[in-house]
């Protein structure tokens, strides 16, 4: 029998067929393909933190390797507590270890919660990459709702208002990610304050993806739930912050208005996934109790990612390209639409051309903005600056003064790949 298909007469669900792997994941396996036939390769495009794992939550990971039995659906009680604690000590959220919900990764967490809410899927674009498929296998509606470069691609509150007035009490759920990947914007708290009152309006359920959260550059994210309370899931993990995405484990904090939301969830992964690692429970207490020293390592990441997206986005917006400086995280989304008459010379006239031909002729992997819910005509593209050894980097900026500037000779010898990388890609749009 062929690989290639399913056996005669039998057919995969609709809502699955013509489903691609996840281009994120993707385009790292094309990556790492292209570098085993002895191509150089800079990969800009997975979105991996490159930094280490903090020190004592790795010592605590260590002293459980031996837990091995199940634990309860919703998550170890110390770590519910922890996490509670977590959200309640950052952002002032009423919440306590009952509203928690452990997954093996917030990525499993929301599509349980797309597969049992009833409702439209609000996406604001440019978006994850995975918020729309796993929408699409869970047989939901998605809207749609494009932010404007003006806006720097984020949500509008006017523009949400009026998408939503026609049929203002109809079931709605919105996907509210920031410090945002792929553009890095966040958002301010006026702004939050607006997003609140029209989604208290219209009853909307907010999930509020704040995985990045602990990666704005100044340390000041804000959580809308601050403003919506009442109607605001947050999301967290250990992913990006604490750079263990391998781990896979997520978190959801729920409103108790919303605990009937939490309990279908638990049962749906109680015949599912069952409980996440135990092992990792364990650590991840360690991880969200805090401390000096993953404030100190917080600190450090952040004065690293900073540095590096200003050079960047000088280096960039000096070949004429437009972009939004971005506020956390690890990426930048640029416009190369200042120079389509040049790029249409190389043939290039949409974002999937132009991340392909970048990767093919230059080796410098990108994914295009219209991965990300982008006309493909419109030639963004999603860079993830972290093709470097995090462990070294975050040890040589530790070594710096704390008023010293991370420059491009820094970046030169603790980011070559990122730093040439860049630096191909720029020389190539201008040829």
């Known amino acids: 029998m062929s690989g ?15 489903l ?103 996406i604001p674009t440019p978006a994850w990459v995975s918020y729309a498929p796993q929408a699409r296998i869970a047989g939901r509606h998605i809207e749609w709702r494009h932010t404007q470069a003006s806006h720097g691609f984020r949500v509008d509150p006017e523009m949400l208002a009026q998408a ?7 079931p709605r759920l919105l996907i509210l990610n920031y410090p945002s990947n792929p553009t890095g914007a966040s958002y301010d708290a006026t702004t939050l304050e607006r997003l609140a009152s029209v989604c208290a ?20 994210h804000l959580s809308i739930s601050r403003y919506y309370p009442e109607g605001t899931i947050i999301s967290s993990g250990l992913s990006k912050w604490c750079g263990a995405g391998g781990w896979r484990l997520g978190t959801f904090a729920f409103p108790r208005s919303l605990s009937w939301l939490l309990q279908a969830i638990a049962v749906v992964a109680s015949e599912t996934f069952t409980s996440t690692s135990a092992p990792i429970q364990y650590a991840a207490v360690r991880a969200f109790s ?35 400086r971005p506020d956390g995280a690890f990426y930048v989304f640029p416009d190369f639409g200042p120079l389509r008459e040049r790029l249409a010379k190389k043939g290039v006239h949409s974002s999937t051309q132009l991340a392909r031909q970048l990767l093919e002729q230059t080796g ?6 219209h991965d990300f819910g982008r006309p493909d005509s419109e030639l963004t593209a999603r860079l993830a600056f972290v093709d470097f050894d995090g462990a070294r980097m975050l040890t ?11 420059d491009r000779q820094f970046f030169e010898t603790y980011a070559p790949n990122v730093v040439h990388g860049i630096e191909r890609l720029a020389a190539w749009v201008q040829e």
Not at 201 to 220: F, M, N, P, Q, T
């Open 4 to 18: 290639g298909g399913p056996p005669p007469n039998v057919s995969l669900n609709l809502n699955v067929r013509g």
């Open 20 to 122: 691609q792997p996840s281009v994120t994941l993707a385009i790292n396996e094309r990556c790492n393909q292209l570098r085993a036939e002895g191509r150089q390769v800079f990969k800009l495009g997975l979105g991996q933190s490159p930094f280490p794992v903090p020190g004592p939550v790795v010592e605590e990971l260590r002293a459980n390797a031996f837990q091995k039995d199940y634990l309860p659906v919703r998550g170890l009680d110390a770590l519910r507590c922890a996490v509670a604690d977590y959200h309640r000590r950052t952002q002032g959220a009423q919440c306590t270890s009952e509203d928690v919900l452990i997954g093996p990764g917030s990525k499993e967490l929301l599509f349980l919660l797309q597969l049992v809410y009833y409702g439209d899927i609000e």
């Open 164 to 170: 939503w007035s026609a049929d203002p009490s109809r």
């Open 201 to 220: 309006r219209h009853k909307a359920v907010v999930l509020s993806d704040e995985i990045y959260g602990e990666l704005h550059y100044e340390g000041r």
């Open 290 to 324: 805090g401390g000096e020293e993953i404030e100190r390592y917080l600190h450090e990441s952040r004065r690293v990612l900073r540095a590096m997206a200003a050079w960047i986005c000088d280096h960039l917006e000096s070949t004429g390209a437009h972009l939004h």
């Open 364 to 369: 410098v992997a990108v994914l295009p903005g």
């Open 396 to 406: 040589a900026a530790e070594g710096q003064r704390k008023d010293a500037a991370l």
